[in-house]
Structure formats: structure tokens, C-alpha cells
Nanobody, 114 residues
Framework: VRLVESGGGSVQAGGSLRLSCVGF????????MGWYRQVPGESRKLVAS???????NYADGMKDRFTITRDTAKDTIFLQMNNLEPEDTAVYYC?????????WGQGTQVTVSS
């Protein structure tokens, strides 16, 4: 599956963004999808994931402000991010993990200014 993210941008602290990830080739059969983020000099880290059955998992401290959803009919997952903080500044990547292994999108930049 080819993943394409969108929705990143620049916002002020306290603002909101909604990221989208479209899976070209379909996401119905993909067991788990998720969002990761990466800042320069650090490894990519989990933000949230969602299974085919809609079970969600969030990294510590994310659940209060972020919400991951999955729309299989649109082959898309979303990450609603509210009350953004400067520490949320990163490149956000979409992941699809199925029997063939992981696939990553190209990433979308999120910049939060104070």
C-alpha cells in the first residue's frame, strides 16, 4: 500500500490540526495503522495506532489531546490534534503494518509556535 499524508502546517500553541493518511491500494486488510513523529536527531516515535477493529493505543500523554480514527470506506486514517504545544513540532509519519511488513508515508511537517 502507498501512503500519502496531508494536513500538516504551522499553527500557534493551543491550535488544532487534522492529519490525514490515504492508503492507495486499500486499507481494509491492514491489521494496524498508526502515526509516528520524528524530530531531528531522534528516532521515530509512536503517537497513536488503531487496529482494523478500531482498537486504539496512544503514547503516554497523547490521549488527552490527540484522537486517531480510521475510515475504511475512504481508505484513510486521521489524527486530530488539539491544544498543540511547541513540543509537538515534528514530522508526522503514517504507518501501515500488515502481513507484508511495514509501509511508511513520506511524512508531513507540523510546526507549533509559542
Amino acid at each position: 500500500v502507498r501512503l500519502v499524508e496531508s494536513g500538516g502546517g504551522s499553527v500557534q500553541a493551543g491550535g488544532s490540526l487534522r492529519l490525514s493518511c490515504v492508503g492507495f491500494g486499500g486499507i481494509f486488510g491492514i491489521s494496524i495503522m498508526g502515526w509516528y513523529r520524528q524530530v531531528p536527531g531522534e528516532s521515530r516515535k509512536l503517537v497513536a495506532s488503531i487496529t482494523r477493529d478500531g482498537v486504539t493505543n496512544y503514547a503516554d500523554g497523547m490521549k488527552d489531546r490527540f484522537t486517531i480514527t480510521r475510515d475504511t470506506a475512504k481508505d484513510t486514517i486521521f489524527l486530530q490534534m488539539n491544544n498543540l504545544e511547541p513540543e509537538d513540532t515534528a514530522v508526522y509519519y503514517c504507518l501501515a503494518n500488515d502481513h507484508t511488513g511495514p509501509s511508511w508515508g513520506q511524512g508531513t511537517q507540523v510546526t507549533v509556535s509559542s
